[in-house]
């Protein structure tokens, strides 16, 4: 399997929109750097935070987030550059738990950035690659300098914080990997998988559909599938989501509907439809035409031998 389509696996059923999910963390960390500048200063005023250094990445970060709305903010883009952007804020955060000597302001600072980064980081040698760096800088920090026992707590805290994202992160990683084995099996089966959202949105064709039907799966999302004149009929009609949420009537849950190929030929296709615990609606389809031709053939020997 791709790793185009295991992203796409992953994006859309777990994390539900990637690019929402970044957004949403450069936004954070936009509003919580402007919100500093004012809460340090009236809270805190003996940590030391070097101010042209959180206004540089702010305003990185607020670029980033704005230039995500243009074209030329393409996935690859996105994803190289929103983790170099999270290694900057990462590598800031340490900075600041370190010369203030993990001041429990800085170490939240820098538990919550670790706890963002793993929406952006997708392999776990990385996450402990970063954990270990993290540690030994920190260790390193209280080499021959007087420390408080506030500042070993914090310390603390922050390890607790990495070895719990660990083991999420580790959990996340176990069903990202399930639900890509999963759609393998549906390629390799060839079986067509597709699932629409609340709004009657399709947010996910399994790539199998390309060699059932020689559509690409990209196009048919959002509304290309009922866009498109000959699926359009081929499943659960966008009215009947969109109406009745959350409900599947019994004569949806099964049925066979007949759909063209993007060369003009006509596939039957069986479908077993259900409802997710979110709302989604989920269509596992097979592809019966054979057996339809078949059954077909075998009515009208039957009808010829009566005669």
Request: no cysteine; proline share 3%; net charge neutral.
């Amino acid at each position: 399997m791709s790793e185009s389509s295991k992203r796409n696996v992953i994006t859309q059923l777990v994390l539900g929109q990637s690019l929402r999910s970044i957004r949403l963390l450069a936004g954070v960390v936009v509003v919580t750097y402007v919100s500093l500048f004012w809460v340090l200063s009236q809270f805190a005023p003996e940590i030391v935070d070097p101010l042209w250094i959180r206004a540089a990445i702010t305003a990185m970060v607020g670029i980033f987030f704005i230039s995500t709305y243009f074209s030329y903010g393409s996935p690859r883009y996105i994803a190289y550059v929103s983790l170099s952007l999270y290694f900057l804020v990462l590598g800031h955060s340490l900075y600041l738990a370190l010369i203030n000597q993990f001041h429990p302001t800085t170490a939240t600072l820098l538990i919550l950035t670790i706890g963002g980064g793993t929406v952006l980081i997708n392999h776990m040698a990385l996450y402990i690659i970063q954990s270990v760096a993290i540690i030994l800088f920190s260790l390193a920090l209280f080499q021959g300098k007087p420390y408080t026992n506030a500042d070993i707590i914090s310390f603390t805290n922050v390890v607790i914080a990495i070895g719990v994202f660990g083991i999420v992160f580790l959990m996340r990683i176990k069903l990202t990997e399930k639900l890509s084995f999963s759609d393998s099996l549906f390629s390799k089966l060839n079986v067509l998988t597709i699932i629409a959202n609340k709004s009657g949105e399709v947010i996910f064709v399994s790539p199998s559909i390309n060699s059932m039907l020689g559509y690409n799966a990209s196009k048919l999302l959002k509304t290309g599938w009922w866009q498109n004149e000959n699926l359009t009929d081929g499943w659960i009609r966008q009215e009947d989501i969109r109406n009745y949420p959350n409900i599947l009537p019994e004569e949806l849950r099964e049925n066979e509907r007949s759909v063209e190929t993007a060369e003009g030929k006509t596939v039957w296709l069986k479908w077993t439809n259900s409802i997710l615990p979110n709302g989604n609606y989920v269509g596992v389809a097979a592809d019966v035409t054979d057996y339809k031709n078949i059954r077909a053939e075998l009515e009208i020997y039957k009808f010829k031998e009566s005669q």
